[in-house]
């Protein structure tokens, strides 16, 4: 699985290894901190904004690594991966009248929308390195500009953050945790059965299936001792849309499950599954759009050198 991230990033690194961020004043997104702008600037005023002297500047800092649950589940989010108070955008509104023609720009690498409904009025926008500017032709007069984070550089961000692992649930990972660990974490089980333990919360049923015995024993999978977490199966007790996790469908296999004939008007199930990663997904939906209805935790694949050897 990291070899399938790192192949990709390194591609675009190559490729793109000259649309660095554009910079203002000498503050790039993704890379600078609030503590870089202060040391520079001081602090800014009662809006939140920089008043100098040709120029009223808005930054917008990040809040810190996303926290949300299942945030490894969906796509890679290199805003989600830096730390707090590093630099997301600038915002530049000139107070001075800035010629657009002045700054000399291949606007061949731009892309030219008109800004509805003012006539005369442009955006041109650059993600590749990250900066778009609002302009007056009619005047050639720079009217906003917006830095963000250039491709490149968030791509660098995703190949040095991504998490190795990605069947991880509230520090719970296959094979790795044991029942000592899921104790500590949620306490005695409301029930269990043979190798299972159920725990419920306000918003959701958690199953954890635990290796019931060692290679030598005729059921055995896995070469980790008893008591291990095998699966963690997260129940959804009030579904939520499947769109809120934003999985990535080069990682995901859509299985559309078959309903049971003596059930009338079925669901629609689907599967949502990530071999390499070591996670399912099942969403239901009766018309309307997907809901997630549980999340299961497998042994990843890279963890597969742990199964028993018969």
């Not at 600037?41 to 949300?68: Q, T």
């Amino acid at each position: 699985m990291k070899l399938r991230i790192l192949l990709p990033v390194l591609a675009l690194l190559i490729i793109m290894e000259n649309a660095s961020a554009k910079e203002w004043r000498g503050i790039v997104p993704l890379k600078s901190t609030r503590a870089e702008v202060e040391r520079r600037f001081g602090k800014p005023n009662e809006r939140g904004d920089y008043e100098l002297n040709d120029e009223r500047v808005s930054i917008d800092y990040a809040d810190g690594p996303c926290v949300d649950l299942y945030f490894t589940l969906g796509k890679e989010n290199c805003k989600c991966l830096v730390a707090k108070g590093t630099v997301m955008s600038i915002y530049v509104q000139p107070t001075v009248k800035r010629k657009f023609s002045g700054l000399k720009l291949d606007l061949t690498r731009f892309t030219r929308q008109a800004i509805v409904p003012y006539p005369d009025n442009f955006a041109y926008y650059n993600p590749t390195e990250g900066v778009d500017y609002t302009v007056d032709e009619s005047e050639d007069e720079i009217k906003t500009i917006d830095y963000y984070s250039s491709v490149a550089d968030c791509v660098e961000v995703i190949s040095k953050h991504t998490p190795i692992y990605r069947n991880e649930w509230r520090g719970l990972r296959p094979l790795h945790a044991t029942r000592r660990d899921v104790e500590r974490l949620l306490g005695p089980p409301q029930r269990t059965w043979e190798q299972n333990a159920l725990y419920t919360t306000d918003h959701e049923a958690i199953t954890v299936k635990y290796v019931e015995g060692n290679c030598d024993e005729p059921n055995a999978e896995w070469k980790v001792p008893i008591g291990t977490v095998v699966e963690l199966v997260i129940g959804q007790r009030y579904p939520f849309l499947l769109k809120r996790l934003n999985l990535d469908d080069a990682r995901y296999e859509r299985h559309e499950q078959t309903p049971l004939p003596e059930i009338p008007n079925p669901p629609k199930v689907v599967n949502y599954i990530d071999r390499a990663a070591g996670i399912d997904v099942r969403a239901q939906s009766t018309g309307g759009p997907e809901e997630v209805v549980s999340i299961t935790y497998l042994p990843a694949m890279k963890d597969h050198m742990l199964r028993c050897k018969k």
